[in-house]
Structure formats: C-alpha cells, structure tokens
C-alpha cells in the first residue's frame, strides 16, 4: 500500500514505524513546520520529522495544508492517507487526494473524547478504561465511520504521557490491522452515535490550576492529566508551585480548610494537603526556577510546612491568573 503519513509529537512515531516495518511504502510524512522554542527561539522539529529524517523518508511541512499541499500531495498518488495527531483540519480536497480517503489514528474509544485533548481529558474525568479508535476522516471534528476500536484499562495513578505512551503502542497494531483489512476487502464500518459525542480542547495552563475545594481524587485525576504538560499547579506564599504527582490518601482524615497543609507532614513522612474530601499527599513539585524534587524534601528548606494554606483557587484566577 502507498501512504502518505500525517502526524507530529512522538504518539505518532510508533504507528509509522509499524507501517515501514509490515512493508508498505511510505510515499511521504508530512508534519507541522519547525517551532521556535528556548531563549535563542531556535527551530526545533517536531519528534515525528526527527523520526522520519533519520529513517530516510521524504518529509513535507505546510504552514496550511488545505491551502499549499493539495498539488504535492496529489502527486504523489497514494492509496490512501494517515493522520496521527497531526494537529490541522483537512479540507474535503485534502480529503479526496487519495483513492481509499484518509484514516486517523485516534486516542480514545469514539464518539467519547473528540477532539484536541482526548487522553488527558479521560484521566481529568476519572475513566477506567479508554483505547484507540481508527477511524475514517470525514470534514467535521472526529466524526467519521469507526473502522477499529481497541481497548485498554487507565491504570491507578498513571500519568498522561504514560497512557500515550502505550496508546501510540496500541495505535500502532490497530493502524496496521486496519490497513489489512482495506487490502483483504474486509474493512467494516460503524456509524458513530452523533449525539454521545463529548468534545475536547487543549489542555491549558489556566485549566489545570488546582481547586483544593475539590476531592482529592479529581485533583489527582488533574495532575495525573496535565503530566507532563502543561502541569497542574497551586500558589503558596506567593508562589507557584507545579505538581507532577500525589495520590490520595485514604488512611488520613481531616478537618483542616481544603488547601492546608495537615500533620504528619515532615522531611520524614512527606507533604499532605487537606481537600474539600480527602487528603492529597503531594510526591513531585517544583518551585520557581528550580527543578523537579520531592515534596518532602522543600519541608527541610521550610518552603512547604503544616499550617500553610495553598490561595483560594478563585484569588488564584484574578491574582495570578496572567502569569501560570
């Protein structure tokens, strides 16, 4: 089969190599253009282009596919067309290029999740089981026939980047199987439910502020979701503090204000946080220009002690709102 390979971030890597590797002819891997990133605001790929570089493949990069890459890619003739995480929407003459259309590799069990954020958001609500749907492109957001569903269980206290990890391992063997199928002739397809659609946005660093008024399991889901970006946060003493990971501690009561720092915490025994339900022991943060540590270590240099109480979540919006 001759593909042409849309995709990014390194979700993306894992489902192209596994095409190269089942012997179908990559005619091209077309990304998002290099980014500037760092004080020098340098041009940085993005992982996918590194990837295929290295591989020897043809890469391509349009600032608006819709509009500078309808020729190129007409060119090339493919039989059909992969988006993984590619991060722009197609026109129907994108659409129309190849001959079998376009199928994407999509991180979550449709029509649940569409859109920007679907592996972040499914831990953030507290889901138990997500998975990988390949599906067919269609204009609209993710709303195309389903052609493949596999599933996976969220495991307890797995972060974001650790359930794409394996998503883009699961989306792999999907992406190939389905591919398969197309060659056989035996491709099925399922309409999506319309109306159980949920949608998502990107993740951002205002929406992963930590409310301490909520339970201590949906914070945990938060920080859980927002690792390793853009990385759930609160202030203290006038200061930031990211939180990479806690989990919930069902042995400790309180009583205390949500947002307070409760016995035992020490150098010793760690840091833990009264909820609005629960208590919240926190294990990785970092402050302002330093690195990432563990909570229990700021307790020694008297940067996080019992009686401290995290800001109002509200005071958090209006005060520092501008500077997450």
């Known amino acids: 089969m001759k593909i042409i390979f849309l995709g990014s971030p390194e979700f993306a890597i894992k489902p192209l190599e596994a095409l190269i590797n089942s012997g179908h002819e990559i005619l091209a891997v077309v990304t998002q253009p290099d980014s500037e990133a760092g004080r020098g605001q340098k041009q940085v790929p993005c992982p996918l282009k590194v990837y295929a570089l290295e591989r020897g493949l043809k890469v391509l990069s349009f600032e608006k596919i819709s509009r500078d890459g309808v020729k190129e890619l007409k060119d090339l003739k493919p039989d059909i067309m992969v988006t993984c995480a590619y991060g722009q929407i197609l026109s129907q003459e994108i659409i129309d290029i190849a001959r079998l259309g376009i199928i994407n590799v999509h991180g979550s069990i449709l029509p649940k999740y569409r859109g920007a954020s679907p592996i972040q958001s499914a831990i953030i609500n507290g889901e138990t089981e997500t998975g990988i749907t390949i599906m067919q492109t269609e ?45 056989n002739n035996t491709i099925s397809r399922i309409k999506q439910v319309h109306t159980d659609a949920t949608f998502t946005t990107k993740l951002t660093k205002l929406g992963s502020t930590i409310n301490f008024n909520k339970t201590a399991t949906q914070i945990n889901n938060l920080i859980r979701g927002s690792n390793p970006s853009p990385v759930a946060r609160a202030f203290i003493n006038g200061q930031m503090l990211k939180i990479y990971r806690a989990r919930v501690r069902e042995d400790l009561e309180t009583t205390e204000k949500p947002g307070t720092i409760i016995y035992p915490t020490s150098a010793k025994q760690g840091v833990f946080v009264a909820c609005g339900v629960g208590v919240l022991e926190l294990l990785s943060v970092q402050l302002p220009s330093g690195k990432e540590v563990e909570a229990k270590t700021l307790v020694s240099g008297r940067k996080l002690m019992e009686g401290m109480v995290f800001s109002d979540y509200s005071s958090t919006i209006v005060n520092n709102g501008a500077n997450l």
């Open 139 to 183: 204009a609209g957001l993710d709303c195309g026939d389903i052609l493949k569903v596999k599933k996976t269980l969220i495991y307890d206290n797995e972060t974001a980047g650790e359930l794409t990890a394996r998503l883009s391992s699961i989306g792999a063997e999907a992406l190939v199987e389905t591919i398969s199928d197309f060659e």
